[in-house]
């Protein structure tokens, strides 16, 4: 596990993706992604081979808030922090 690459608080989680940073993680054996597209919007989806979302199960908006509450099963990605596996981010 790449403990350097995971997010001590919600705030820097937040930070990040308001930086538009790139970020794959996964959780409960789902690989996820979040990124920001071109026309400056957050995105977040399950991925399935090279990083792609899968279609149907993005969230695509400008608010990061909307971002920390999208759905992860049973949690909101802000209530899970502590058990993602970040496999791969930018900031």
């Keep these: 596990m790449n403990y350097h690459r995971s997010f001590e608080s919600l705030a820097e989680l937040k930070f990040c993706i308001s930086c538009g940073a790139e970020i794959n993680f ?4 789902h690989e996820y992604g ?21 279609p149907g199960d993005e969230l695509i908006s400008s ?10 099963g049973e949690k909101k990605l802000r209530e ?3 058990e993602i596996v970040v496999l791969d981010r930018t900031l």
């Design 80 to 82: 899970c922090l502590n």
């Design 63 to 72: 608010d990061e808030e909307d971002i920390l509450n999208y759905s992860l």
């Design 26 to 29: 996964e959780y409960n054996g």
């Design 34 to 54: 979040i990124g920001k597209t071109m026309d400056n919007k957050y995105y977040i989806g399950s991925c399935f081979r090279k990083g792609e979302p899968e």
